[in-house]
């Protein structure tokens, strides 16, 4: 399995400031990862419960936090389920987020 691209990991911190007001701060950690696609019974399966997965991202178990939203060539996906089978790698099943 080749890791030839890459995938901001974004994990998101609750602050508080002087007056109590919280507010959410992102940050994001840069990996590398593969790009897997969906399969067909595995798309359908999720899309009768109202998930629309369209990709797979791979990548070593030990970089993963359990970051709930990605970053892939621009667009912002969110995790809809991990896998991990040996702890070596982890596959993040994720639909885009869509605007508005």
């Known amino acids: 399995m080749r890791f030839d691209h890459e ?3 974004i994990s998101e ?3 508080s400031d002087s007056l109590k ?12 990862c593969s790009v897997k696609s969906i399969g067909r019974s595995e ?12 990709i797979i991202f791979a990548l070593h ?9 990605v970053v892939f060539a621009g667009a912002k996906y ?3 389920r991990t896998f991990t089978s040996d702890f ?5 099943t994720c639909e885009r987020e869509r605007n508005g």
Do not use: H
């Open 21 to 32: 007001n919280q507010r959410t701060v992102e940050s994001r950690k840069t990996v590398l």
């Open 7 to 9: 995938l901001d990991l």
């Open 13 to 15: 911190t609750v602050i």
């Open 78 to 80: 969110r995790v809809i």
């Open 61 to 69: 178990y030990f970089e993963y936090n359990g970051e709930r939203k």
């Open 88 to 92: 070596k790698l982890v596959e993040l």
């Open 43 to 54: 798309f359908y399966s999720a899309y009768a419960t109202g998930l629309k997965p369209e």
